[in-house]
């Protein structure tokens, strides 16, 4: 890291001194050995970075992610809402983990399996109204709305967009659960017929 960082800085001060002026094949030759070094040396430095980023990810104390049990959501909850070194462990968790580019839809399940998330919705029902389907509405939840406001506002996500893009993935896992179920159904009586 050290040596790359010598290297860097060599080639900083090379472009420093001056234009390169080009009379011949020889001036030629160094612009594309020098071209070539700064190639490798930003591959090296990727590769660095990358290494470097599995090794010091951030972890929350006491979780692994994706959180595959209901309890554990309701665990993190409480954890996050008594001990502010676990939320901000949890908040840089989200920041770190998610890419500007891509959408809550999309990593959610970096975070929470499907499994997990069976009994939660973003609004939440109500056991007297719908006894069969009880929902835990997660607005109510800091992990799924304040947490994840601070770990992504300077991604670009604003309350509107966030509300809108975590009913999309609940939507998105409600799909995955409802297609699962059907091919499961038809596979049973597929095997039933077949008997």
Known sequence: MILMKLEMER???????????????????????????????????????????????????????????????ERLEAAVRCDSDIRAQYVEYLSVTKPLRQGVGQVFNKYFTDEAMTNYNWHGLDRAQYPRTPKKGMQKYDIFYGCMIDAWESHGLDNETLVEQIKKAVYHINRRRYTKKQSLKKKYTIVEVQE
């Open 11 to 73: 080639l900083a001060q090379r472009i420093n001194e001056g234009p390169l002026t080009i009379d011949g094949e020889d001036d030629l030759s160094k612009v594309r050995s020098l071209r070539k070094e700064l190639k490798q040396l930003d591959e090296e430095y990727q590769m660095l970075n990358k290494a470097a980023g599995a090794i010091n990810k951030p972890k929350v104390t006491g979780f692994m992610f994706p959180i595959s049990r209901e309890e554990d959501i």
